[in-house]
């Protein structure tokens, strides 16, 4: 699944350590998520996408 996770995080001065501290996740998590290698729960879409200001339809398109 296609994700704008890295534009979006750079945009707002994220790191990945950043977003998954926010999320309660590890940084490695965010990494393995951002080089679609995990997909994500839809909780975790959910609350992604509420932290970088946009729609889980914005952040995650499949391929």
């Known amino acids: ?3 704008k996770i ?3 995080r750079k945009k707002f001065g994220f790191r990945q350590e950043d977003l998954a501290n926010s999320l309660g ?4 998590t965010i990494n393995a998520i ?4 995990y997909s994500p729960t839809l909780e975790l879409a959910i609350k992604l996408a509420k932290l ?3 729609t889980v339809e914005e952040l995650f398109t499949l391929e």
Do not use: A, G, I, S
């Open 52 to 54: 970088l200001n946009t």
């Open 6 to 8: 890295r534009e979006l």
């Open 25 to 28: 996740v590890t940084r490695q």
């Open 34 to 37: 951002e080089n679609e290698k």
């Open 1 to 3: 699944m296609k994700n």
